[in-house]
């Protein structure tokens, strides 16, 4: 199976989670390429899909929305893997919680353009540069924290679990 993993990243984080995917998937054997959607010209080639966002204001980056919305026809039928990276683990307390239920609303968006086999959230790097000056004292008052906190196990484990799922499909 040839696997097209396609992400928008704004700041890093997500081309980074995506580069791990990658790499997670041809580590078990599988052919994959690696793609911004600003790169991608068509999916017809392509026979699995492993595609990501960013999430700002608890919605996917307006090129990765219109990457599904524009692909939708190449995708019906076609395995479809999504993730979002966002703030969540970012946040502490009940704000965490409250951030959690973001998944929700965002995957609600993308079910119009497609049927995923599931869907991923993720935090990413989060900068003060994130949110503006104003933004980022009022985020650190909330209780948020600066910092990486993409989790590398949790990451490689959900990218097992698509390795193992695609091998199952090609035989």
Known sequence: MRVLVVYASAAGSTAGIA?????????????VVLRSVEEVAGVACYDAFVIGSAVHDQSWLPEGADFL?????GLRGKPVWLFSVGSPGA????LRGWAML?????????LGDVTPVEHRLFTGVITPATFGKVGAFLFRAMGGRFGDFRDWAEIERWSASIADALAELKT
């Open 19 to 31: 580069e791990w995917i990658t790499g997670a998937l041809m580590a078990r054997g599988h052919e």
């Open 69 to 73: 919305a524009a692909n939708r026809r």
């Open 91 to 94: 946040l502490r307390g009940p």
């Open 102 to 110: 973001e998944e929700a609303d965002v995957l609600a968006e993308l």
